[in-house]
């Protein structure tokens, strides 16, 4: 009986784990944050950090980030944000030069809060971010980000022209 018990439970486990998805964060579409699409650079310590987010189009927008500094580049990101059952999630992957992942897999953050020129995510999957966030307000671009310790940081980066 004992063992009966123990495989119903088990069973029952694998049951329940199967059938959890991503929470349901607040209904939004990627047409909101045609705000972020543009060129954005700024200082970080002794580095430059810039983000380049295309359009959204087809239910996604994307941004290319790349740091660089002391004659060299630090670090490259990829994030995209999609529409997923009424909401947005994003997936945010660093990579080292030359194309090294950082991590396996990359994060997976759900949408926690949209509002004018302002998006929060907060992270489902183990990463090095417990969330990420944008602000626009005129020309700067904000980034809030908390890491995996708790530490947290806001980076404010220029709108910038890729022709100038």
Not at 63 to 70: E, K, L, S
């Amino acid at each position: 009986m004992h063992t009966t018990i123990k495989s119903f439970c088990v069973a029952g486990l694998f049951g329940l784990v199967s059938s959890v998805s991503l929470a349901q964060g607040p209904a939004a579409t990627i047409d909101q944050l045609d705000w972020m699409t543009g060129n954005y650079a700024g200082n970080l310590g002794p580095n430059t950090l810039e983000e380049n987010w295309i359009a959204p189009e087809g239910g996604s927008i994307a941004a290319m980030v790349r740091m660089t500094g002391n004659g060299g580049t630090s670090m490259f990101e990829m994030i995209t944000i999609e529409e997923v059952d009424g909401s947005l999630v994003l997936n945010v992957q660093q990579f080292d030069a030359g194309f090294k992942p950082r991590t396996p897999e990359p994060t997976t953050m759900e949408l926690a809060m949209i509002m004018d020129n302002h998006v929060h995510f907060n992270a489902v999957t183990e990463g090095g971010m417990r969330s990420l966030g944008y602000t626009l307000d005129g020309d700067t671009f904000t980034i809030h980000v908390e890491q995996a310790n708790g530490q947290t940081m806001d980076i404010a980066l220029q709108k910038r022209s890729l022709w100038d």
